[in-house]
């Protein structure tokens, strides 16, 4: 059974600093995304992370993919109030006839002026 | 853009009440899945369904069915709802199976029981 980790699960951070959230996950995958969810609102997509050693930056944030380690990061630059969220990692079984797309727990972000 | 829309935003029913959520996709999505998010819990897969009239069991099934009758409209079914089914209910989409896409959310049905 696939398990998806997210560390840490609250994160508290001063505008200005670096910081990254790591999602970890028990089973071979090469797909894996990020996204933000704001309070009250759906989520959005931000990452699709698709082979090993895949980076993708958009913004203040960067994500990253080490398939061999079943490791993927989102790094924070510079923080920003506007980046205060919900992140989520989610990975993709892929199953032999359909995807089925496993979530972790999510890790909250604050950012304080 | 891609638009995934979900028929109520809050609803509030009585415990054995037959639920129905709806979800409706206007990408020509072949995937649609239906999950329900609580705290400390993340997003919990209940059902998907990679084609009309075709579904899968998630993770959490039990007490909710599903209905797929036509490709944009995905309906979630809580047969006899109970109190431990209050909770944020999240309909995605996504592209097809096997395509390199990320799912599109609706924008939640929050659900008490009581």
């Known amino acids: 059974e696939l398990k998806v980790e997210q560390n840490p699960l609250f994160l508290s951070m001063q505008e200005g600093k670096n910081y990254t959230i790591y999602c970890n996950y028990s089973?071979?995958?090469?797909?894996l995304y990020w996204y933000r969810q704001d309070p009250g609102k759906s989520l959005e997509s931000l990452f699709v992370l698709l082979s090993n050693g895949a980076v993708k930056q958009e913004g203040r944030l960067m994500a990253s993919l080490d398939t061999k380690a079943r490791l993927s990061t989102l790094h924070i630059t510079a923080a920003v109030h506007d980046l205060s969220a919900t992140y989520f990692c989610?990975?993709?079984?892929?199953?032999?006839?359909?995807?089925?797309?496993?979530f972790g727990p999510g890790t909250s972000l604050s950012v304080i002026p | 853009d891609v638009k995934v829309t979900q028929s109520s935003r809050y609803l509030v029913k009585r415990t054995g009440e037959k639920v129905f959520l709806e979800c409706v996709q206007d990408m020509d999505h072949e995937n649609m899945f239906w999950y329900r998010q609580d705290p400390g819990l993340g997003l919990r897969l209940i059902y998907f369904s990679y084609d009309v009239k075709m579904k899968e069991k998630g993770d959490i099934p039990e007490g909710y069915s599903v209905s797929r009758e036509k490709k944009e409209r995905f309906s979630l079914i809580l047969e006899s709802a109970s109190t431990n089914q209050t909770s944020m209910y999240l309909c995605a989409s996504s592209l097809y199976t096997g395509a390199y896409s990320e799912a599109f959310f609706g924008q939640g049905t929050r659900l008490t029981v009581v």
């Open positions: 089973t071979t995958s090469d797909r």
């Open positions: 989610a990975v993709d079984m892929m199953e032999t006839s359909y995807d089925k797309v496993i």
